[in-house]
């Protein structure tokens, strides 16, 4: 019966006409949500008065279609404040971290996070949380006005979209958003481009990449021994 709705859903993206992008966009998320796992490859990056940067690179995988949620991510952040990096694993309900703010005891090489097992557990964790949205493939078709949007170019499997730039009542006009996804052959995108202005009036650029659609590898728990307890590690402050 799974498969059987798989498939329904797979041959309903793909018999939507390019001329309906609404139902195009949705039918690819509904594709992305039947998947258990992906590899991935993002860059966000934001030019203007406070221009910064951010990359994400790993695996995902997905608690739904009977999956457990896993990943494995590595992260590199670029701003005014300074760079970050860290790297993100998770098991199940076990979280490891990684991160160039923490001071880790000789010999670990990941701290646990037991949000009751330290203070600073809880900020980190928010941090991110918030990360993940903006790197998971949920997030790719977010920010785009759907009675905007339009599709302005289509060849093969590489499809063009603009939203916005269309007066409101008021006076009010959504800043342009431009849209590009490139799918495979069983209609999964596997590279989206999104430009779109910031609310503090600065362009966002994201380009996403993905791979090994429900085929990405098992993340692995770090071993026992170079995982820190929080209360052992020292935190930097910004």
């Known amino acids: 019966m799974r498969l059987a709705l798989s498939l329904l859903l797979v041959l309903t993206a793909c018999s939507v006409t390019p001329a309906d992008p609404v139902a195009l966009l949705d039918g690819w998320r509904e594709v992305m949500r039947q998947q258990k796992s992906v590899r991935l490859d993002v860059k966000i990056e934001v030019g203007g008065k406070h221009p910064h940067e951010q990359a994400y690179a790993g695996v995902l995988h997905f608690s739904g279609m009977g999956g457990t949620p896993q990943h494995d991510v590595t992260a590199h952040r670029e701003s005014r404040y300074g760079t970050i990096d ?3 694993v998770r098991v199940q309900d076990d979280d490891y ?12 090489e990941f701290s646990g996070m037991g949000l009751d097992d330290a203070l600073w557990v809880g900020a980190l964790s928010v941090e991110l949380s918030l990360a993940q949205q903006a790197y998971a493939p949920s997030g790719a078709f977010s920010g785009i006005d759907r009675k905007t949007l339009r599709l302005t170019e289509h060849d093969g499997d590489r ?5 916005g730039g269309v007066p409101h009542s008021g006076g009010y006009t959504n800043g342009d958003v431009r849209l590009v ?10 590279r989206v481009e999104r430009s779109a202005p910031t609310v503090d009036e600065q362009t966002e650029r994201l380009t996403a990449v993905y791979s090994q659609w429900s085929t990405a590898p098992d993340v692995l728990r770090p071993p026992q021994e170079v995982v820190a307890k929080p209360k052992d590690v020292v935190v930097q402050r910004r």
């Open 97 to 108: 971290l990684s991160h160039s703010d923490l001071t880790l005891p000789p010999g670990k």
């Open 159 to 163: 499809y063009v979209f603009a939203a």
């Open 86 to 88: 860290y790297r993100s």
């Open 181 to 190: 996804v490139e799918v495979d052959d069983e209609n999964r995108p596997v």
